[in-house]
Structure formats: structure tokens, C-alpha cells
């Protein structure tokens, strides 16, 4: 098995910044993609972004483009989520995802870690 730890939530204000972590262990992780998905109360988990084994390519939700940056660090089999210019809307759980057989659909699930931009 695989498992998956965030950590780096909190309160912030709106137009802050905050750095999410997400620490794998169990498994192999190098040639994982990785991903981070978010669930606001009441609604369905939505994905934010993803970053294939290398980093040479990443994906954003058009919501969080140009504010976002997904990151990993394979030899701390680490993957960060930088959060910049954070709404009132990004509140939410942030959950990090693995998908370690390639199928893009995500096998493992950290327990996620709360997120809360005031206005």
C-alpha cells in the first residue's frame, strides 16, 4: 500500500499565500502521478492539479491556473501545492491523490488537510 500525508493547511486571508505538502511512503514513488483534489461542504471532490513522474508536464484547473503550482521532490517523495492570490472560493479540504499503475484514475488518498481564505 501506499500512504499519503498533507499537511500545511490553515487560515489565511484572501490574497495570501499558502504551501501545501504531501509526503508519500510505502510504495514507490518516482514514477507516480501524483495529483491534488479539493472538496468544499456539500459538494463533489474536484480536481485541481496533477504532475506526471518527471515534472516535465503538469495540469490546472482552469480555476486555479496562474495562481497554483504544483510541485515534487522524488527524492524527499514529496509533492507540494503552492498557493498564491487565494478567494474565499479555494476553501476547502485538499486532498493529495497517486496514481501508481498509469490508468488515470487515482488508487491512493491522503486524508486531507483543511484550507479556509477569509474575506
Known amino acids: 500500500q501506499v500512504q499519503l500525508v498533507e499537511s500545511g493547511g490553515g487560515l489565511v486571508q484572501a490574497g495570501g499565500s499558502l504551501r501545501l505538502s504531501c509526503a508519500a511512503s510505502?510504495?514507490?514513488?518516482?514514477?507516480?502521478?501524483m495529483a491534488w483534489f479539493r472538496q468544499a461542504p456539500g459538494k463533489e471532490r474536484a480536481f485541481v492539479t496533477a504532475?506526471?513522474?518527471?515534472?516535465?508536464?503538469?495540469y490546472y484547473a482552469n480555476s486555479v491556473k496562474g495562481r497554483f503550482t504544483i510541485s515534487r521532490d522524488n527524492a524527499k517523495n514529496t509533492v507540494y501545492l503552492q498557493m498564491n492570490s487565494l478567494k474565499p472560493e479555494d476553501t476547502a479540504v485538499y486532498y493529495c491523490?497517486?496514481?501508481?499503475?498509469?490508468?488515470?484514475?487515482?488508487?491512493?488518498w491522503g486524508q486531507g488537510t483543511q484550507v479556509t481564505v477569509s474575506s
Open positions: 510505502g510504495r514507490t514513488f518516482s514514477t507516480y502521478t
Open positions: 491523490a497517486a496514481d501508481a499503475d498509469g490508468n488515470y484514475q487515482y488508487d491512493y
Open positions: 504532475i506526471n513522474w518527471s515534472g516535465s508536464n503538469t
